[in-house]
Each structure stands twice: as C-alpha cells, then as structure tokens.
C-alpha cells in the first residue's frame, strides 16, 4: 500500500514513522511518501525517518516531492498535517486576541478562528488533488486543526475524510496507568467537539465483562487528573467527568490568560523544539526518534495515526475516537456538523454507537461552540468581513460586539497575506 503525508516535513513525522516502523505488521507499507515545499526541512526529515525504516528493517520506500500530485497519486491513505503561514502564523494566533483581552491559542478561539480562515481554502484544494489523482477509495485522514471544522470542509464538499486527534488515545494510556491495567483493555465515553471534549464514562475489560471505572478513578486520583488537565478538582467532581485540557481556555479562561500576557507564546517555545531537532534530524548517525521529539507535543500519534490506517484498510471493525458526522447522535446537533466520539471503523464507513445522557451544561456549551463552528465554516468558504464578524460574535468566548470588532479586525489585519480576499 501507498501512504502519503502532505506536510510531511514537520518535525513530527519522525514521530509517525517510528509508530510506522514498529506498527508494520498492522499497516504493511510499501511506499511513504513525505510531501513538503520546504525541501530543506524535508531533506532532513527523510534521512532520519529511512534511518527509522533501516534500523527496524521495515522493507517499505520512503519518497519525498515539492508536488503534491505526484506525492498523492494512487495513494491509498492520505494523512494530512498542514500548518498554513508556519510557527509565525501560529504566533500571531496566539497573540492578537491579546488585544482584546481574550486567550490566544491555535485551535481555540479567535487564534483558532483565524487558523480555520487561513487552512480551509488550502485543505480543500488539496482535498481535489486527492480525488483526482489518488485510488478512487483512498482515504483521507485529517490531523489539520482545527481538526472539526476542517474535516466537516473535506465531508460537505463529498470527501472520503475523516479526522483525528491524540487527545482520547492520551486519556486512554493515563487512565491505564493509574489503574495499573493494560491500555488495550481501556475504552471511553468520549464525547464533543473537537478540542472540546469530555470523558463521561471509563470502561475497564474485566473477566466478567466491562465496568465503568470512572467514579473510581475520580475517587481515587482525583488531584492528579485535576492537575493534569490543570482544572480544579471540584469541577471534575461536579461534572463527574474529565474535561480535556482544552476546556481550561473556557473554565479557567481569566487565569490562563494572565498567564499567557507574562509568559512567550507556545508557538515561541516550539520554533525553539523545531530548531534543536532539525540539528538532530541532521546527525546522521541518529537513527531513532530524539527524547526532545516529546517536548513537540502530539502524544501518541503515530499509534493513533496506525490505529486508524490500518482498520480502514483491513476491516477490524474495532472502535476508535475519530471526527465523524453527527448523522443524529447528538440530537441537540444538525446531522451534518462533525462531532468527536468513538466510531466503529470499517473500510466502507464509519458507525457510532449510541451515545448516553449529556449533561446540560455539557451539552449546552457544545451547541454554542458548535454554532461558532458552523459560522466558522461559512466566513472559511466564503470569505468577507460581515461572516468573520458573525461567526467572531458567535464565539463563547467572545460575545461581546465591541470586543468581536475588534478581534475582527485584529484578525484580518494578522492574516492579510494569508486571506485573498481581505487584501
């Protein structure tokens, strides 16, 4: 089989490769292709990752090309992992909310926002390139945040596309450890938005079948969790769930803003990570991926990555958190927004299982994200100034008309370069 990574020169390939490399038995590749315009970060990407192929004697070719038609043809899995205007887009993402007093962050918010405005048209581009050069059952897999918007994008426009993110499998393999148990006999109730989710329920394979060890792990470890997604520990208990971390950015929203305007941005620290693990990338005598490759974030990726590669090419038919339709599982939702939940993977297609009781509060800050998302999508497809506003308004975290003005603005002017039509 053919695997394709368009983005493939950013410095968590190295990461994906490994998960490659030791994963093959589950995803025999015979071809990676690693696409990139910047053919000097792909030089070194690809060294070290054939050294990751060499030393695990993993038989598969690894390819590099600026083009992503040759990249893409006959592909039968596309994983996308694009960051459109790099870490000093990143940067401006996380920093001119600032001016109005709001959090800056890539995926979150007003940063978020912008990110969606700018990866959209791109994704989507691509995403034709895809349907016209690749198999004609290829998948695509979306790891482009903002991961919900961007994967309803590729679905409306009637794309074979799913999306993922790291943030379940992660819960997965810490909720294993705390209980001492094997992940693999782990699943979760995971349930929301991307970005934007909660563990309502643990369950524990057992010899006489499957328990919800939820409450026990918030008796418990409690702290340590709370400490984790550095949330307060009587909002877990309240909620008898497991917010993401994400969820900080709107329950401690004040807090970590204060942070943010006496600390460098996140994008600062990674360009930082980037620049140390290309020198490492350049040794080569390196021939396993660097411990400072953690310090990059994206957690269990590649095992996320191979996990879902590999059921939709062989047919498992296990169940694993992905970005999918609503198609009615959250009823309080359209059908067609994109939701974050546990799906059966198929080659055909993907099912979700029913769903239990959100709590209102839950449910209700998911309807007010989700309808942002939505007004999102719209500005994204359509562009102008009037939808950049309405969806900006839109935003819990926003709300306010003059501060949606202003972070409008602040927005357009950031990402002029990046926006054809706001110039």
């Known amino acids: 089989m053919k695997v394709a990574v368009v983005g493939g020169g950013s410095t968590y390939t190295p990461e994906l490769v490994d998960g490659f490399a030791r994963l093959r038995e589950m995803l025999p590749i015979e071809e990676l292709w690693l696409v990139d315009p910047d053919a000097s970060r792909l030089e070194l990407v690809s060294g070290l990752s054939r050294r990751i192929f060499s030393r695990a004697g993993h038989p598969g070719q690894i390819r590099t090309t600026s083009s992503v038609e040759a990249g ?80 309803r994008a590729l679905l409306q426009a009637g794309h074979r596309a799913v999306g993922l993110c790291n943030v379940a499998i992660g819960f997965q393999r810490r909720f294993a450890a705390l209980l001492g148990a094997d992940y693999s006999s782990i699943s979760l109730n995971h349930v929301g938005l991307n970005h934007l989710t909660w563990e309502l329920g643990v369950n524990l394979k057992t010899d006489g079948g499957s328990v919800n060890v939820l409450p026990r792990i918030l008796g418990e470890h409690l702290e340590e969790v709370a400490r984790e997604v550095q949330l307060p520990p009587a909002l877990l208990s309240l909620q008898q769930a497991v917010p993401s971390y994400y969820l900080r950015y709107f329950y401690a929203h004040d807090e970590v803003l204060r942070g943010q305007l006496s600390q460098p941005s996140r994008a ?8 140390a693990l290309l020198k490492k990338y350049a040794d080569p005598a390196l021939d396993i991926k660097p411990e400072e490759l953690s310090l990059r974030g994206g957690a269990f990726y590649s095992e996320a990555a191979v996990d879902l590669m590999s059921s939709l090419i062989s047919g498992r038919g296990d169940v694993q958190v992905v970005n999918v339709r609503n198609d009615g599982t959250l009823p309080f939702l359209p059908d067609d927004h994109v939701i974050e939940v546990p799906a059966v993977i198929r080659p055909g297609g993907l099912t979700v299982p029913p769903i239990g009781t959100i709590p209102e509060e839950i449910a209700g800050l ?58």
């Not at 887009?89 to 709001?102: K, L, N, V, Y």
């Not at 979150?108 to 048209?121: E, Q, S, W």
């Not at 600062?268 to 620049?275: G, L, N």
């Not at 819990?396 to 603005?409: C, R």
């Open 72 to 151: 893409v043809s006959d592909a039968d899995v596309v994983l996308l992992q694009l960051r459109v205007g790099g870490q000093a887009a990143r940067h401006g993402d996380e920093t001119f909310p600032h001016e109005a007093c709001c959090v800056g962050q890539e995926t979150t918010g007003p940063g978020g926002f912008a990110k969606a405005l700018r990866t959209v048209p791109v994704v989507l581009h691509i995403a034709e390139i895809i349907r016209e050069k690749a198999k004609p059952n290829a998948w695509i897999i979306d790891f482009t945040n903002p991961v919900g918007i961007v994967t």
């Open 268 to 275: 600062q620290a990674v360009m930082e990570v980037e620049d």
């Open 366 to 423: 998911i309807s007010h994200v989700a309808s942002y998302e939505r007004l999102a999508l719209d500005a994204a497809l359509h562009g102008g100034r009037e939808r950049v506003l309405r969806a900006m308004l839109a935003h819990p975290l926003v709300g306010q008309f003059d501060k949606a003005e202003k972070l409008t603005d602040a927005l357009l002017a950031a990402n002029r370069d990046h926006l054809a039509w706001a110039r």
